[in-house]
Structures are given as structure tokens and as C-alpha cells.
């Protein structure tokens, strides 16, 4: 029998937070240079530009649950772990090279299912480093590390790639290496013995009998939605309408991403002790309120506003990830946050492409501010009639697990 790990010190699970942070800077590292990056290269249109940012999450619906599913299966998750962050590295190099939009599009699939496999199994370690009564912080400490990591890449892509939009992709590969040398070093295995271990069939068994896990997947798709809006959309909003330079667009993504990671602990620690579903749909109101006005606001208001809605993100993340732990049995968390990822990432490819669908659309009879508002109005009311739905469902559902139904 393997002797089962003890969980985290203290410091280990710091490190693990900074490995978070390095793996998700490579993600919003080519945002603020998508026109360069992609559009002026290939010579192709604003959706398929958008497209770039969805493709890669195609592949990460498919690799998430597959990861969580290996992992609750075989273990072994540091190992995955440094694996599919050095493939991520290959992949990032593989965008450089001369090839056609096909191929480079292809590329992109991969590189989006070796980072999901990484990401899913960070947040799965994270949830198993501290006992249920605290792991609210240790999922924030994770949860923040990959946001702070999104927040810092675009005012990096934005310096990095200001006069070669290709750099971004070298400096992701990089970045990448070292998040692996990191892993091999300070991460550790986090879990029951083999003989304990569920056969596949029986893990997909018990995600079928356990639907109340739909609740946080929908809201783990909602949310990436609408982020999917602010990685592409957004970038491209601020050079359309606003003609701004990629350090300026760079730094209001960070703006938005800072507040969103650094409060990601607090707000944990305090999920510890509030009702996840009041935090859960109380936020998602108010960042759909914030995303849906977004465009009518004038050009130097919007730091103010994307700290305003940040924070508002903030209130709303952990409580997702930790209703998905609580609706989820122990010998599936990883499955279960292997789902969650899943969920999140197809919000991803459908956000970047629904904004570039809704904008241009609206554009060509309307023009791009009124496509723009359009596009933003759909982000933010589909996160207003979810916590409006939500609401009632989820109290009754968390009534039911906490009486152990």
C-alpha cells in the first residue's frame, strides 16, 4: 500500500499558488497584440481572430474531465502535472513557426488541452491540501494564484509584444519551462491509497447520480463566458473604438484581473463562514450589472469601473469552486473539478465567439459602438438572469447536501 501524503504545509501550498500564477500569466500574455498576433499576420477577419482564443479551450472541454478522471484513477498528479506543462511549453514554441492559419489553429487546440490538463490538476491538489474546514483559503490561495497569473500576463503581453506581437509566444514557452521545473520540485502527491482507488466506470457513475454538480458547472460556464468577452472582445473594443496602444490595453485587462486574484483569499476565508449561494449569486449580479454598462461609460472612467467589477468577480469565484467540492464525493473531486474546468472552458470558446459574432453583426447596420454594446449587453445579462434563477435552486440543494441527502 502507498503511504498516503500529508497535507500541505503551509509553505507548499505558497508554492503551489505561485505555480498557479506562472502557469495562467502564458493565457493573457498574447491578448493586448490579438490584432497584430493574429488578425494582421493571417489577414483574416475579427471572429476569426476571436477564434484564437476559443479554439484552445476546445481542447481544454475535452482534456478536463479526462485529467480529473486520470487523476482520481491512477494519481500520480504532480507527474501529470510537469508533463503537460512541458507540452505546453512545446506548443507555444509550435505558434511561432511559418505555418498556415489551419495549422496554426491546430497548434492552438493542443496548447489548450495540455494547459487544461495542468490547471485541473493544480486546483485538485489545492482542494485536497486542506481538510473541509479551511479549504475555502486553500482554494483561494489556488484560485487567486491563477488569477493574479491572467492579471499580470496582459500588462506583460502588452510591454512584451508592443513592437513584435511574436514574443509572447516565446516568453509563454518560458514561462511554462520554469512552472514545470517548479512542480517537479515543491509538489506532492495528495491522496488515498491505490487499492481505494474508483475504476473509471464507477467515477463517471457517480457524476451521473450526483446532478446537483450541474448547479456550479453552469455558473462555472457563465463566468468564463463572460471573461472570454473581456480576453478578446474587450482588447479588440479598446483599439476599435478607443484607439488604444497594447500597454494601455494591457493594463486595464490588469485592472480588472488584479482585484479579481488578490481578493480571491479574503473572500475565501469569509466563504468559510457565509452562504456560498449569497456570495455566489449576489456577485454574479452585480458583475453582470458592471459588464452589461460597460460601453457606456467614457474612456477614463474605465479603470475605476473594471477595479468596480474585478472586485465583484472576486466575490463570486471561490464559492463556485468550493459548491462543486461540497456537491462532489471525496473519491471524485478531481472528476468533479476536472467537470468544473470543462464547463469553463466551453464558456470560453463560446464567449470570444459570440462577441464576435453579436458585434459584428450589430455593426454592419448599426456600427461598432452599437455592436460592441450588444456584445457586452449579452455577456452581462446572462450573468443577471442566472443569479436570478439560481437563487432559489441553490439554497434548496445546499439544504439537501448539508442534511445529507
Do not use: K
Not at 26 to 47: A, K
Not at 149 to 171: H, K, W
Amino acid at each position: 500500500m502507498r503511504p498516503t501524503a500529508s497535507l500541505y504545509a503551509p509553505w507548499r501550498l505558497g508554492a503551489l499558488g505561485f505555480l498557479a500564477v506562472l502557469v495562467l500569466v502564458p493565457v493573457t500574455l498574447p491578448v493586448p497584440v490579438l490584432r497584430g498576433l493574429v488578425q494582421e499576420r493571417f489577414d483574416v477577419s475579427e471572429l476569426l481572430t476571436s477564434l484564437f482564443m476559443s479554439i484552445n479551450m476546445a481542447g481544454a472541454v475535452l482534456a478536463a474531465p479526462l485529467a480529473g478522471a486520470l487523476a482520481d484513477r491512477i494519481g500520480r498528479r504532480p507527474q501529470l502535472i510537469v508533463a503537460a506543462l512541458l507540452v505546453d511549453a512545446v506548443c507555444f514554441l509550435g505558434l511561432t513557426r511559418d505555418v498556415p492559419f489551419a495549422g496554426f489553429m491546430a497548434i492552438r487546440f493542443f496548447e489548450g488541452c495540455a494547459h487544461i490538463f495542468a490547471l485541473s490538476l493544480i486546483l485538485s491538489l489545492a482542494a485536497g491540501s486542506r481538510g473541509p474546514e479551511h479549504r475555502g483559503r486553500a482554494m483561494g490561495i489556488a484560485g487567486g494564484g491563477l488569477l493574479l497569473g491572467v492579471a499580470l500576463g496582459a500588462p506583460i503581453g502588452g510591454m512584451l509584444g508592443a513592437d513584435a506581437p511574436e514574443r509572447t509566444l516565446y516568453g509563454a514557452a518560458a514561462i511554462l519551462v520554469l512552472a514545470a521545473g517548479l512542480a517537479a520540485a515543491v509538489l506532492r502527491e495528495i491522496d488515498s491509497p491505490a487499492e481505494s482507488r474508483p475504476s473509471l466506470g464507477s467515477i463517471v457513475t457517480t457524476v451521473r447520480t450526483h446532478p446537483r454538480l450541474l448547479a456550479p458547472l453552469t455558473f462555472a460556464f457563465a463566468d468564463r463566458f463572460t471573461v472570454g468577452f473581456y480576453t478578446t472582445t474587450f482588447s479588440l473594443y479598446l483599439t476599435n473604438i478607443h484607439q488604444l496602444a497594447p500597454q494601455r490595453v494591457g493594463l486595464l485587462i490588469a485592472v480588472f484581473m488584479l482585484p479579481f486574484a488578490l481578493l480571491s483569499v479574503p473572500f475565501g476565508i469569509l466563504a468559510e463562514r457565509a452562504s456560498l449561494v449569497l456570495l455566489l449569486c449576489g456577485g454574479s449580479l452585480l458583475y453582470g450589472i458592471g459588464t452589461a454598462s460597460l460601453v457606456y461609460w467614457p474612456a477614463e472612467a474605465l479603470p475605476f469601473l473594471m477595479f468596480a467589477i474585478g472586485t465583484t468577480a472576486a466575490v463570486m469565484f471561490v464559492p463556485s469552486l468550493l459548491l462543486t467540492t461540497e456537491f462532489a464525493p471525496d473519491e471524485i473531486r478531481s472528476t468533479a473539478l476536472g467537470a468544473f474546468n470543462a464547463a469553463g472552458s466551453l464558456g470560453f470558446i463560446i464567449g470570444p465567439l459570440t462577441g464576435g459574432l453579436v458585434s459584428q453583426a450589430v455593426a454592419a447596420s448599426s456600427g461598432w459602438e452599437a455592436g460592441y454594446a450588444a456584445a457586452f449587453g449579452v455577456a452581462g445579462g446572462s450573468e443577471i438572469l442566472l443569479a436570478a434563477l439560481a437563487w432559489p435552486v441553490l439554497r434548496r440543494v445546499q439544504r439537501e447536501v448539508r442534511r445529507g441527502s
